[in-house]
């Protein structure tokens, strides 16, 4: 309650607000993203390969199971299916990292606009306490309380949100692991397009073979004129 009591005397009764209900989203984005990145190592390798149960892509086990359902079947909707899967990634991923970069540029805005209206309200309560003749300090006072706190304040922390949301985003723990999401994604759809193309060839040839069963043909060699009998 302290804290609260804090922001709206120091950030003003507009500008408080705003900065809590863009915390609590800004925060409500990075777990979200946390919590569908923290399967995905951040160094792929060998085991890292083998996607067949990577618990990262448990979004996607759906659309990956119609998938093979369409490359067994030879289907033309395996190209319009491979389209679909990537823009889940991207409604499941891409779209939080566009509203976290989003909400960092905005809120720099709202802090260079709370700077500008706690400014004009300092100036204007110092330029009115310096016309009546009211003691330096009072006055100082006075457009604290009425401007030039929630000036300073906004600025500092758009400067501070904006710049740990960036700090996050730009780390090893969301960047590089969206990067690794894709390379499993992609690495998820090459093996069911191979696996189920492995297994139609093979059927294929194997049906070649009992339809058409080979038969071995007679060789006939040409008998000479020389290997003729004469009788007398």
């Given at each position: 309650m ?6 709206l005397?120091n950030?003003g009764?507009?500008?408080?607000p705003?900065f809590?209900v863009y ?14 990145l ?7 390798g060998?085991?890292?390969?083998l996607?067949?149960?990577n ?8 659309l990956?199971a119609?998938l093979?359902?369409?490359?067994a079947?030879?289907g033309?909707s395996?190209d319009a299916?491979i ?11 891409s779209?939080?990292?566009t509203a976290?970069h989003g ?9 260079f606009?709370g700077t500008i ?6 100036f204007?309560?110092?330029f009115q306490g310096?016309a009546?003749?009211q003691?330096?300090s ?13 000036a300073l304040?906004?600025?500092?922390g758009?400067a501070v ?6 700090t996050?985003?730009c780390s090893?723990?969301l960047?590089?692991r969206?990067?690794r999401?894709?390379i499993l ?7 069911i397009i ?9 059927a294929d ?7 058409e069963p ?7 060699l040409?008998?000479?004129?020389s290997s ?5």
């Amino acid at each position: 309650m302290a804290f609260l009591q804090w922001i709206l005397k120091n950030f003003g009764l507009f500008f408080g607000p705003v900065f809590l209900v863009y915390f609590f989203l800004m925060i409500r984005r990075l777990i979200i993203l946390f919590d569908i990145l923290r399967h995905v190592p951040v160094r792929i390798g060998f085991s890292s390969l083998l996607t067949g149960s990577n618990e990262a892509l448990f979004f996607l086990d759906p659309l990956f199971a119609r998938l093979a359902t369409a490359a067994a079947g030879h289907g033309r909707s395996v190209d319009a299916l491979i389209d679909v899967i990537w823009t889940e990634v991207d409604c499941h991923v891409s779209v939080h990292f566009t509203a976290l970069h989003g909400y960092v540029n905005t809120l720099i805005l709202i802090g260079f606009a709370g700077t500008i209206f706690g400014s004009i309200g300092a100036f204007n309560e110092m330029f009115q306490g310096l016309a009546g003749g009211q003691a330096a300090s009072v006055v100082f006072a006075a457009s604290w309380n009425n401007g030039l706190a929630t000036a300073l304040y906004t600025s500092l922390g758009a400067a501070v949100m904006g710049g740990l949301t960036v700090t996050l985003l730009c780390s090893r723990c969301l960047t590089i692991r969206a990067k690794r999401l894709d390379i499993l994604v992609g690495l998820k759809i090459s093996e069911i397009i191979e696996e189920k193309k492995t297994c139609v060839d093979v059927a294929d040839k194997g049906s070649m073979y009992l339809q058409e069963p080979r038969i071995r043909e007679k060789i006939f060699l040409p008998i000479s004129s020389s290997s003729s009998w004469f009788f007398p």
